[in-house]
């Protein structure tokens, strides 16, 4: 464990399942959670939809896609994953233990897995820390079930416009900017938000006609806050 530690500390200790834990003590953690490591290349599944799960995911280098498909087949891209995030926090802790969604490599990355028994089991080595990580799991858990509702708000959205004005005023509220970046590529963008790619990039190619925004690659600059907010929902 100290081979994961010496190689991952730093975007270990930026995870918010080890927020409030000391850099120095997460490789002792490492040693009682005795993660699994292993690494997937671009386009190859972490893991499929109702799979058995091997476990709770942690991305320590790469990007992910988590991915639903409906019914008829159509993508949906739920969440792109970054270094420090986790996934399957709300299945790994059901009854079934099956993959609600499939977790797909965007670039090439990398993956502990962790059994949930190591993190609210009982610790053998009465770590003093332990409690700490129970916590964080929860406040994890709990804002997972928010960004879920959210997600299920914006698939609710029926207009374009309404969806992407909601999308760019929030991430503008995020980033504490009118000068935004997006967090994922336009094809991710428009399977996020439910919308089709050549209607999306024509309906932002209108909202620039009327000067609410502009845009240039992965950046959103919003002109006209004040126009755009009328289309929040």
């Known amino acids: 464990m100290v081979v994961i530690k010496n190689k991952w500390e730093d975007v270990l ?11 120095e003590d997460i490789g002792k953690m490492l040693a009682c959670l005795n993660p699994k490591e292993e690494s997937f290349v671009r386009g190859e599944f972490v893991a499929q939809a109702g799979q058995p799960m091997r476990g709770l995911g942690l991305l ?16 949906i891209i739920m969440n792109i994953l970054k270094p420090g995030d986790l996934f399957g926090e709300m299945a790994v ?30 610790c053998s080595n009465a ?20 960004h879920l509702n959210r997600k299920v708000e914006y698939m609710s959205i029926r207009g ?6 909601t999308f760019f005023w929030e991430l503008s509220r995020e980033q504490g900017s009118l000068l935004i970046k997006i967090p994922m590529k336009r094809n991710e963008m428009a399977d996020f938000l439910n919308i089709s790619r050549p209607s999306m990039s024509r309906e932002m190619g209108r909202m620039r006609d ?16 004040e126009k755009l907010a009328e289309y929040v929902r």
């Open 160 to 165: 374009m416009r309404e969806k992407l004005c």
């Open 60 to 75: 320590v280098d790469g990007s992910l896609s988590v991915i639903k498909e409906s019914v008829n087949g159509n993508r």
């Open 127 to 146: 770590c003093s820390f332990h409690k700490q990580l129970t916590m964080n799991m929860l406040k994890i858990l709990s804002e997972k079930a928010m």
């Open 93 to 122: 802790f059901s009854n079934k233990k099956i993959w609600p969604a499939s977790i797909s490599a965007l670039v090439l990355s990398t993956v502990l897995f962790i059994s949930p028994d190591k993190i609210v089991g009982r």
């Open 210 to 225: 009327e000067g609410i925004i502009d845009f240039h690659l992965s950046t959103v600059k919003i002109l006209d806050p």
């Open 13 to 23: 200790a930026s995870s918010l399942l080890f927020s409030d834990i000391e850099k």
